[in-house]
């Protein structure tokens, strides 16, 4: 190992997801979002809990922003999840 990190999260989850075995399931290969007409993919290109790299990326949409709390839809996340990072991202289907 040439270095070590420490992670400090910035918040954490809130969700009715509370446990793995209830979570949207995810195998070594998985459909996205467990639809049969998406075509099999690896977990490394899903967003499966079971990979070596237990960091996972999402792409939300802000319902609302309430002091310290963000309110967002489209996030498959446990309860107590830890948030490293906030970022804005540009919808490119609006650039001219």
Known sequence: ???AYE???IGWVESPLRDREN???HALSARPRGDPANPERG????????RP???????????SIDGTWIRV???EALNGTPILDLKP???RSLEL
């Open 23 to 25: 979570a949207p399931s």
């Open 53 to 63: 790299n237990p960091i996972g990326l999402h792409r939300v949409q802000v319902v």
């Open 73 to 75: 839809r489209n996030l």
């Open 7 to 9: 992670l400090r999260p």
């Open 1 to 3: 190992m040439i270095g």
């Open 43 to 50: 977990v490394f290109s899903t967003r499966s809990p079971d």
């Open 89 to 91: 991202t540009l919808d």
